[in-house]
């Protein structure tokens, strides 16, 4: 996550909207909500932000969003617009390119993770951010949702939304269903864009592939840098989510026998080699209660193959916000039922085309 500078003065303990969980798809949410003229509080278990993370891929819906919500300027500044995919073998030897609008949306934009998370957190009020606070439990009670906080505190809301990500607690609220870990890791770092050959413009993505092994480059910070995105089999997860750090030998040992220029630019990383497991789950029918709802990887969480848990969780947000204004909140269920049968059929769709683990449920045919 993003440095900030909030400092915490008195946390609103009954409030109109309290989003759980300043990812992205909390805090799209919360900058969405602001530009229809709805304060939420954003509740968040990390004590500090920082900037970690790597490559997401952002598409053209999602801009639109931003450029909406009056952030896309830095957006812009950071993201590289994707000039395609090229696939290259163990040598380095181009095999082909792909256009990089693989879904049909449009442009495809490559951007650090935290600079998505920075450019968002700065169209928040920094006063309604509230770090330090892990829910522990969601509930309905009467008129509203409320939320419990591990040291005891609890948040009364009018809307209650769950984007507590993949290991969601709000989920709890409205479904009991189980994680499952795909047994896929993925090993993320960075490196200098000038630590790449100099045959490869530092401005699409690159897969770098031989038999099961392949490397991911992502250009990022206006092409000043790239992420290194490799997908690896593992039996257990590490044991934290996105801050276990493995050792750069355990990525040279992997690609062995590729291009030297690939392993010089391993040897260039600039960051820890952060490995982040992951997670999916199967879809749930309802997202909602009457006044607690989900977004992002705690309604609908995506494998990293389709590229899209960013985009779903900020295009959640837009939809949420929409379904919010006007009179929707003076009819909440109301409002909440339309924002998920808007975001449920599409997200299902997604969620299982992403699916990378034999557990989860294909799609049945014609669906
Ligand atoms: C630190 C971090 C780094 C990431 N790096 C990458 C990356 O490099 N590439 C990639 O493709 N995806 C990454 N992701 C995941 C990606 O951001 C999400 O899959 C996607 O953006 C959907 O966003 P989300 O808001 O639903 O979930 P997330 O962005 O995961 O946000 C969930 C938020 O909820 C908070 N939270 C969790 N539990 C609680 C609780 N009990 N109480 C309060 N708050 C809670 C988390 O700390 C987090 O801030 C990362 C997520 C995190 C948190």
């Known amino acids: 996550m993003s440095e900030s500078n909030i400092t915490e003065i008195s946390v609103p303990l009954e409030v109109d ?10 805090l799209a949410a919360a900058v969405a909500l602001r530009q229809v003229g ?19 891929v952002i598409r053209e819906p999602s801009v639109r969003l931003f450029e909406q919500w009056g952030v896309a300027d830095r957006f812009y500044a950071e993201a590289v617009q994707l000039q395609g995919i090229d696939v290259r073998d163990s040598e380095g030897t181009p095999i082909g390119t792909i256009a990089a609008d693989l879904t049909g949306e ?72 189980a994680l499952i870990f795909s047994k896929l890791v993925v090993l993320r770092g960075l490196a200098p864009s000038a630590a790449m050959p100099e045959d490869m413009p530092n401005d699409r993505l690159y897969s770098w592939e031989k038999d099961s092994r392949q490397m991911l480059l992502l250009p990022l910070r206006g092409g ?48 820890p080699v952060r490995a982040n497991p992951v997670y999916e789950r199967e879809p749930i029918a309802i997202w909602s209660t009457a006044h607690i709802t989900l977004l992002g990887d705690a309604a609908h969480p995506m494998a990293p193959r389709a590229g899209q848990g960013a985009n779903q969780a900020i295009q959640d947000a837009g939809a949420l916000a929409r379904a919010l204004s006007g009179d929707g909140m003076t009819n909440i269920p109301d409002a909440l039922r339309r924002y998920h049968e808007e975001r449920a059929p599409l997200t299902k769709k997604m969620q299982l085309a992403s699916r990378s683990s034999p557990a989860i449920k294909p799609l049945p045919v014609g669906k």
């Open 224 to 271: 000043n840098e790239v992420a290194m995105d490799t997908i690896m089999v593992r039996d257990t997860p590490p044991q934290d989510l996105w801050t276990s750090e493995v050792p750069t030998s355990e990525l040279l040992d992997y690609f062995q026998g590729f291009d030297p220029d690939m392993i010089k630019l391993i040897e260039a990383g600039t960051v």
């Open 38 to 56: 709805i304060t939420a509080h954003v509740y968040e278990r990390t004590k500090a932000l920082q900037a970690i993370g790597g490559a997401v």
């Open 106 to 177: 449009g442009n495809a934009y490559s951007v650090h993770r935290a600079d998505v998370h920075a450019l968002l957190l700065s169209g928040v009020d920094q006063q309604c951010v509230h770090l330090g606070m892990t829910s522990v439990e969601a509930f309905e009670d009467g008129d509203r949702g409320v939320v419990r906080f591990a040291d005891g505190r609890q948040v009364r809301a009018k809307v209650v939304i769950g984007a507590d990500g993949i290991k969601s607690v709000v989920r709890k609220s409205i479904d009991n269903d």
């Open 17 to 26: 909207v309290a989003i759980v969980g300043a990812g992205i798809g909390g």
